[in-house]
């Protein structure tokens, strides 16, 4: 896979494929920082290419997923948007598979 327009976001970005279908790992790279067009046209390539990328060690504040999101185009709202939203961000959902007091804090089914 291309690296040289990662090279600009920080030094040592990788992407590697997870299988030869789908997925692909995206590695040293902060999307907590805004992304040139030319970067984000390379993340757009690869979604495209790999219907899934994941982005390990990111720490994005909502505001900052729905910044990124947004760029991707225009998206739907997520359903069950009262129980399941994030406060003071309604257009970014919590999916998680985490239980407190017996409540799951996330939407556990979303993506299934």
Request: one cysteine or more.
């Amino acid at each position: 896979m291309r690296r040289h327009v990662f090279q600009e976001l920080e030094q040592g970005a990788h992407v590697r494929k997870r299988s030869s279908h789908v997925a692909a790992e995206v590695t040293d790279v902060d999307l907590s920082q805004s992304l040139s067009d030319e970067a984000f046209g390379e993340v757009s390539r690869l979604l495209t290419e790999n219907a899934v990328l994941v982005f390990w060690g990111q720490s994005l504040l909502p505001q900052q997923q729905l910044a990124f999101s947004q760029r991707l185009g225009v998206f739907k709202m997520p359903p069950l948007r009262d129980k399941y939203v994030v406060q003071g961000c309604p257009s970014v959902l919590r999916v998680l598979n985490i239980i407190e007091n017996g409540q799951h804090i996330g939407n556990p089914d979303a993506g299934v």
